[in-house]
């Protein structure tokens, strides 16, 4: 079997940036496992939520969530980190960690709270949106619409006939454009064989 160049620069390039090569976790020695290849520590999401609560409680731990949080950090992003950190160690398997997800939020937000810090749920949350007057937003379009011309007048400047073939302007001269489909259209009475004469 040959090996296209296009699959050598591929591999070259998944080399040079530190990407694994597609199929390389099925050269792995099998007795040299990542841990989530083998079966999860944790299978019932009861003893996993405790084990997160205990992970969450210690001491240190909860210092980092907290200034996580005080910092902007939002509620989904420590607890998504948290529980993809215990499956990387294979502590649970995927579904177990989506069923993870709402209570470490639930841990997440009570921590917060009795901690007295607000917080957010998505990064970004506590962005409100500018109001501006109806004056304001008129005059703020009338200006995207002007430098939206502008810009229309700078393209079509740059347009130069003579890069387009003969050939193909001839075509489009030659062409006739069909109406619009909203273009009304006068209306052509057909007699049909069983329609009532008068």
Do not use: H
Not at 11 to 39: F, H, V
């Amino acid at each position: 079997m040959a090996v296209s160049e296009k699959a050598i620069n591929f591999i070259q390039g998944s080399l040079n940036t530190g990407r694994a090569i597609p199929g390389q976790s099925l050269t792995n020695s099998p007795d040299q496992q990542y841990k989530w290849e083998q079966p999860a520590e944790y299978t019932n999401p009861r003893e996993a939520m405790l084990y997160v609560f205990e992970t969450l409680t210690v001491p240190e731990t909860t210092t980092n969530v907290l200034l996580s949080l005080s910092n902007g950090v939002g509620v989904v992003d420590i607890a998504s980190i948290t529980l993809y950190a215990g499956f990387l160690e294979g502590k649970w398997n995927p579904d177990v960690m989506l069923l993870l997800m709402e209570p470490t939020m639930y841990m997440v937000m009570a921590l917060a709270e009795k901690a007295g810090i607000p917080y957010n749920l998505e990064a970004g949350d506590d962005e409100t949106p500018v109001e501006m007057s109806p004056d304001k937003q008129v005059a703020t379009l009338e200006k995207g619409i002007n430098e939206l011309d502008k810009m229309k007048q700078v393209a079509a400047s740059r347009v130069n006939p003579q890069s387009v073939p003969e050939e193909v302007r001839k075509v489009i001269e030659e062409t006739e454009l069909s109406p619009s489909l909203l273009e009304k259209v006068e209306e052509k009475t057909n007699t049909s064989l069983l329609a009532k004469e008068e």
